[in-house]
């Protein structure tokens, strides 16, 4: 996502604070905890929104520069947003994956 898309979606969370999570998180825990956040308060909705979106673009401009965020960023559940959306999806094997088996 470029600077202009990172606007948009600041803008859309202006408006309504869970579709600007759901399009950097999609559809998980960190959602429904927006929304239920958005129902309580529309002020806490949105500080958790941007609190999701920084974390999700701090962690992909970390990527960008190679560096590796030191840790999970607490309170944020979804994969996508504490990878920056980089290796989303994929599989890690375990580093004994590749040994011989013993006999």
Known sequence: MGAASAVLVVLITILFPPAGVAIVSGCGADLFINIALTILGYIPGHIHAFYI???YY????QARQGRLAAGRAPGVYSD???TGGQNYGTV???AHYNEPMPR
């Not at 701090?58 to 401009?61: G, H, M, S």
């Open 53 to 55: 979106e920084y974390v």
């Open 58 to 61: 701090d962690r992909q401009e």
């Open 80 to 82: 996508h947003v504490q």
């Open 92 to 94: 890690v094997q375990p």
